[in-house]
């Protein structure tokens, strides 16, 4: 198996507010929902950088589609990195996220490895670090 991820889905319990959340609140381009002509089929798409997307789909759904029970899951099971260019643009996201809605629940401040972050989570308290790294390079 290649090591390649094109789809990040994230199960939400309501997805017009998730949607209103991603796409008016942090302003990623979207079609909005799609597939609800299909019984289940109902989804929300959210291109990234290198072709990779975020989905959002109903938890319910992703339980029913994998056979699993949907259970009460740690924020801190998994984060989101969002890498950005500059200390000032962490802040700048962290902001924009706040003002979305988001809870921020650990402030941007300088990190022990030498890079500042923060984090939020999203309407369904999916954990985001927004993170500046100085070892990595942002491309445009």
Not at 19 to 42: M, N, Q
Request: proline share 5%.
């Amino acid at each position: 198996m290649e090591p390649r991820i094109t789809v990040i889905t994230l199960g939400v319990s309501d997805l017009e507010k998730s949607l209103t959340f991603y796409r008016d609140g942090l302003g990623w381009p979207t079609e909005g929902i799609v597939g609800t002509e299909f019984e289940g089929g109902a989804v929300a798409f959210f291109s990234l950088s290198n072709g990779l997307q975020l989905a959002l789909y109903p938890k319910h759904q992703i339980a029913e589609d994998a056979n699993v029970d949907e259970t009460a899951l740690s924020p801190a099971k998994f984060t989101i990195g969002h890498n950005v260019a500059s200390k000032e643009e962490v802040d700048d996201v962290m902001q924009t996220a706040e003002e979305a809605g988001a809870k921020i629940t650990d402030s941007p401040r300088d990190r022990e490895w030498g890079g500042y972050s923060g984090h939020f989570q999203d309407p369904d308290d999916h954990l985001w670090e927004v993170v500046w790294n100085p070892q990595f390079e942002i491309e445009e």
